[in-house]
């Protein structure tokens, strides 16, 4: 995700992970589907390794912005 955004409750998040969820899927979840149709055994596990990499990233993102200004 390019911009910051601020969550400030819990509806905010739901739209968020909502919005990300549609573009991960939408990117990475085709390159998925194609190599399933059309691909290798070996394309088919490097496009589900990249969605799997997209939604932790995603995740790790998540995780580091709730962090910021907390505590250490």
Known sequence: MEDSIKIDNRGDFALWAIEMAKQIVSEQGFE?????????????????????????????????????????
């Open 32 to 72: 998925l589907a194609r190599a399933s149709r059309e691909g290798t055994d070996d394309e088919v596990r490097v496009a589900g390794n990249a969605l799997g990499q997209v939604i932790t990233n995603t995740l790790i993102e998540v995780f580091d912005g709730l962090l910021e200004g907390s505590p250490e």
